[in-house]
């Protein structure tokens, strides 16, 4: 089965091109790149399946941890992603220059409800400070969680490339000291 330049990947695994015989991997639901070197050189190539399809076994830890979530920590996220962009900014101009406009009597037909100074409107803005401020701890206190998952799946992942680079280096030692061996 060939792959074309732009057809999708149907299987994780690795690929060898037609004209140099470059290997490379490709993942499932990628699109076929040209070749590095053919495609320096203005040749048109394809792609041939090459070995056994490949298993990551890597741990996607934003997906683990969304999962994990509850009602408290989806509302928390919601608020804090809210609160953090502009929509949040014009929602709150809109409502303090209503709230002030109606109790400085501008608008005729409403009676102020909260005169100058604004006592009401200094302590809604004080306690919405502080709720604010609460899911936004709690929010960074969640990502927290995730970089140390992330950095554990780090630690593990170079204790693993360790491992395998050692018997990589071992078996180079290994062929090596036979072609040695051969020579004499």
Known sequence: MKLKIDDKIKET??????KC???????????????????????????????KP???????????FLAK???????????TDFCGNMWFVYVHMVWFALWIL???GVIPGIRPFDPFPFGLLTLIVSLEAILLAT??????????????MRSELDYQLDR??????LEILEQVREINAAVTKRKK
């Open 135 to 148: 899911f936004i701890l709690i929010s960074q206190n969640r990502q927290g969680e995730v970089s140390e």
């Open 21 to 51: 015989g470059l290997v490379r991997v490709f993942t499932e639901g990628e699109t076929v790149p040209a070749c590095d070197v053919c495609n320096a050189k203005g040749k048109k190539n394809w792609w041939v399946p090459k070995g």
């Open 102 to 104: 109606i109790n400085a």
């Open 160 to 165: 693993k490339t360790e491992k395998r680079v």
């Open 69 to 79: 979530r509850n009602f408290s920590d989806k509302l928390s996220d919601w608020i």
């Open 54 to 64: 490949v298993l990551f076994v890597s741990k996607d830890v934003n997906k683990e």
């Open 13 to 18: 695994r690795s690929y060898k091109c037609s």
